[in-house]
Structures are given as C-alpha cells and as structure tokens.
C-alpha cells in the first residue's frame, strides 16, 4: 500500500461516503502499516484475538522482548517453552496456536511466502486449516501483512462499534447491514476499516 494508493483510496471514499469523508478530514492521512513478515503477521494476530488494542500492544512488546528483537521466526518460536509464552500473557490455547503453526513452518506444512500469489479466498482457506487460525485472524493477516485492499472484518468488535456509533444505528449494527454499508467503500474496504478504528477512538475521546 504505497502513498499514492492511499490517497486514491481515500478521495474514492470521501467521494462516496459523508461520514467517510468526516472520519478522514478528523483522522487524517492514513497510517495503515503492512508488515511483510507472514509468520511475524500471524502470530500477533493471533496475539491479539479477543484483547483490546492497548492489553495486545502490551503482550506484543513483552513477546518482543523475550524474543530478543523484530525478526521473529518459525524456528525461534519453537525455542520457547510454553511456561515462558504464559509468563508474558500467553492463553494456553493461544500458546499452542503458535506452536503449532512454528512447527508446521519448520516442516514445510504451511508456505506463507507463497500467499502472495494467491487470491483472498485461497489464502483464507488455507490459514484456517492452522491451529487457532479463524476468519477473523485470517483478515488480519490479509490486510496487515499482504496489504490486501478490500478486505472487511465485520466479525472484528471495533468495526461493529465504529459502525454503530458514527452512522448512528440505534441497536448494534448486523453484519447484513456492515456489508450493505460498506458496498460503496469497495475496492478499499481495508483503508475504511482503518478509518472505523481510528474514528472508534475520536467517539472516545468525545471529538466526533
């Protein structure tokens, strides 16, 4: 996601969209990062199933720590006991998620470098087979380490309470009414996630 698409991304949106187009001129320019490391990817992802932003930001740095730096690998990980992955915020499940995927890495089970090829359906198929790997974790893992565009997490809590509070539905918006929502935003329906995050935390603050 180069500069050049963002922008593009975001005067389709504002175009198509008046709330949208709210979010952007609050928020700003879009920060969205892609991080090419798919194991890295994966198992923050998995690190951050069912947390808040701020408790998995807070395990992440811990996990970082105890890795001893970014480069996080298949290999490494399977040097961890699980004792050590609990110490630092671990669940048990989430524990053996990711070593369990290290371990099918390392065995050439799972070829996350090839993805890259393959389109949004192959590669959700494919990760979901991994232990611990949802829907939703598969959608991080697109939008955040392939830097696929048009991605839509609608099962993700933070996009359900964006929706509902700045296109002020009066009960909990459905995924029936996210995805009629959100036909407009295509083909960048990743840059507007984006956007529902950051907008989710203006509600909070009170500046929306």
């Not at 598969?138 to 929706?163: C, E, H, K, W």
């Not at 083909?187 to 907008?199: H, K, N």
Request: aromatic letters at 8%; one cysteine or more.
């Amino acid at each position: 996601m180069d500069g050049s698409l963002l922008e593009k991304a975001c005067r389709s949106l504002r175009r198509r969209d008046a709330v949208m187009r709210k979010a952007i001129k609050l928020v700003g320019p879009c920060r969205i990062k892609v991080d090419r490391s798919g194991f890295r990817m994966l198992v923050r992802s998995i690190v951050g199933q069912q947390l808040s932003t701020s408790a998995a930001a807070t395990i992440w740095r811990r996990f970082l720590e105890l890795n001893g730096g970014r480069r996080v690998t298949p290999k490494k990980m399977l040097s961890f006991r699980q004792n050590q992955l609990r110490k630092i915020g671990f669940s048990v499940a989430k524990c053996r998620s990711v070593l369990s995927i290290a371990k099918s890495a390392v065995d050439g089970d799972v070829r996350l470098s090839e993805f890259i090829h393959c389109s949004d359906e192959e590669v959700t198929s494919e990760l979901i087979k991994l232990r611990g790997v949802g829907p939703w974790t598969a959608q991080m893992y697109l939008m955040f380490s392939l830097g696929r565009t048009d991605v839509f997490p609608t099962g993700d809590l933070g996009i359900v309470n964006a929706i509902t509070a700045i296109y002020e539905f009066n009960e909990r918006a459905t995924e029936i009414e996210m995805l009629k929502l959100a036909e407009s935003w295509r083909p960048y329906r990743t840059i507007a996630s984006w956007y529902l995050w950051q907008a989710l935390d203006k509600v909070r603050q009170g500046e929306w």
